[in-house]
C-alpha cells in the first residue's frame, strides 16, 4: 500500500510539474507573439523613414524640373524632360508623395509656412500665392507649403 501511495504523491508531482512547464510554453509563446507583432511595425516605420528620406531628396530634383519646364519651350529636349519629370512625379505619388493644395485655402501651421503677407481685401489668413510647394507622404507633411498671406486692408478683424 506503501509503494501505491507514492506513486500517487509522485504522478501529482510530475503532473504539477507538466502543468507549470505547459503555463511555462504558453506565457513564451505570447511573449513570442508579441515581439513578432513589435518587429512587424518596427520594420515598417523604418521602411517609411527611408522612404521618408529618400522622397525628401528627391524633391530637389523634382522642384528643379518643375522651374525648368517653362524656361524650356523652344529647346528640343523639351519632350524628354518632360518625360522624365512625369516619370518621376509618378513614382513619388506610388509611394505616397501629394502635393499640399493650398491657394484659397485659410492658412494651417501644420500645413503651412508664412513667408509674407500682402495687404488686399481677401480674408485674413487666406493664402494668396505658394512661393514654395509644399508635400505630404502619406497625410504626414514632410515639407509644408511656402505661401503668401493674407492681411485685410482695413483695420477690421475677420474670422
Known amino acids: 500500500m506503501d509503494d501505491i501511495e507514492k506513486l500517487k504523491k ?5 503532473t504539477r510539474q ?3 512547464r505547459l503555463t511555462q510554453l504558453r506565457y513564451l509563446q505570447a511573449d513570442f507573439d508579441n515581439f513578432r507583432k513589435w518587429y512587424e511595425k518596427e520594420k515598417e516605420v523604418i521602411t517609411a523613414l527611408a522612404n521618408e528620406n529618400l522622397i525628401n531628396d528627391l524633391l530637389v530634383i523634382l522642384d528643379d524640373l518643375e522651374r525648368a519646364l517653362p524656361e524650356i519651350e523652344l529647346e528640343k529636349n523639351k519632350e524628354g524632360i518632360v518625360m522624365v519629370y512625369k516619370k ?4 513619388l505619388s506610388d509611394y505616397g508623395l ?3 493644395d493650398c491657394v484659397g ?13 500682402e495687404q488686399c481685401n481677401a480674408r485674413t489668413g487666406t ?3 505658394e512661393l514654395g ?3 505630404q507622404l502619406k497625410s504626414k507633411v514632410i515639407r509644408p507649403s511656402r505661401v503668401k498671406i493674407a492681411e485685410q486692408v482695413t483695420g477690421e478683424m475677420s474670422e
Do not use: S
Open 88 to 91: 518621376l512625379k509618378k513614382i
Open 18 to 20: 507538466a502543468e507549470d
Open 105 to 117: 485655402k485659410k492658412f494651417d501651421p501644420r500645413f503651412h509656412e508664412a513667408l509674407c503677407k
Open 98 to 100: 501629394e502635393p499640399i
Open 133 to 135: 510647394k509644399g508635400y
Open 127 to 129: 493664402v494668396l500665392e
Open 10 to 14: 509522485e504522478l501529482e508531482e510530475q
